[in-house]
């Protein structure tokens, strides 16, 4: 089993006061000169905090690298048009030659719901709509015709459909991530409650009749002791976690990449 290190890009920050807003090429250069897997970008409308626009900010780093990965980190697929989102997944995953992948997730309350009352929708109905674009989203992306209000639409030109990745910690998020995914995003949870999560994830791809979703953790709480950090995240690949994304702790995200190729050599 592989076991990936990816890096969020410093497009954003959980502390409003403090933004890590960096030089996305610089970044994006660096963690693919550092051979990590993957660079994801943060998406909103309004967030608590300044965010770059995260399809811009995926086709910048798609633009300057050759080999890395890109990732939405993840994409509020209820915020937007189906079909305009499919739009845009379809052209990234193309300039890109096929590096992308498709994080999708439902919102967190942290933000409000200003952000989703701007764009003409409510923040209590997403759920809904994240399952309504999932179900279209594979045809519209491929150029597949697919019915979007009531009207037949074929996209093109149409591209590879890219690996979608299921983001939430509840079981409605595991729930979708059976039904409808390939792999599911979990934010900072312990191992063993990561334990009883996947027991679930099992049980529901059973009911689903599909895979067992692989599995990304985002920002483990890593010690900052070098060895006890590689100590954590073995335990995260013995238990089963194929993907760990990293985000900046503060303006030197360099610091924070190097450590995080570090982690990669010693796994």
């Known amino acids: ?38 660079v994801w970008s943060t998406d909103h409308l309004v967030a608590s905090a300044p965010m770059l626009d995260s ?24 915020l937007r048009p189906v079909a305009w989102a499919a739009k845009q997944i379809s052209t990234l995953q193309y300039v890109s030659e096929n590096r992308l992948l498709l994080g999708v997730g439902t919102g967190n ?8 009352r701007a764009a003409g929708t409510t923040f209590e109905n997403r759920g809904r709509r994240t399952d309504e674009a ?22 093109a030109p149409g591209s590879a459909m890219p690996p979608v990745l299921v983001a939430g910690n509840g079981t409605r998020a595991r729930r979708r991530a059976a039904e409808y995914a390939d792999g599911w995003i979990t934010l900072q949870p312990g191992l063993d409650q990561l ?22 953790v985002v920002a483990p709480a ?11 995240l073995a335990a995260h690949r013995d238990a089963g976690v194929e993907r760990v994304i990293l985000a900046p702790t503060g303006p030197e995200w360099q610091r924070d990449y190097e450590n995080a190729a570090k982690l990669r050599a010693a796994l």
């Open 1 to 38: 089993m592989t076991f990936d290190i990816g890096v969020i890009l410093p497009t954003s920050t959980p502390d409003p006061a403090h933004p890590i807003l960096g030089d996305v090429r610089a970044a994006a250069r660096l963690a693919e000169q550092l051979d990590l897997e993957s």
């Open 55 to 78: 399809t811009v900010t995926l086709a910048t780093a798609a633009a300057v690298t050759d080999r890395i990965r890109i990732g939405y980190n993840v994409m509020l697929l209820a």
């Open 109 to 116: 309350p942290a933000h409000g719901d200003i952000g989703w």
């Open 134 to 155: 999932l179900r279209v989203l594979p045809d519209l992306v491929t150029g597949s015709t697919a019915m979007v209000n009531g009207v037949d639409v074929a996209l």
């Open 195 to 216: 334990g009883a999560d996947f027991d679930e994830l099992r049980a529901l791809a059973t009911q689903f009749d599909r895979p067992v979703p692989p599995v990304t």
């Open 222 to 232: 890593l010690p900052t002791d070098h060895s006890a950090a590689i100590d954590l």
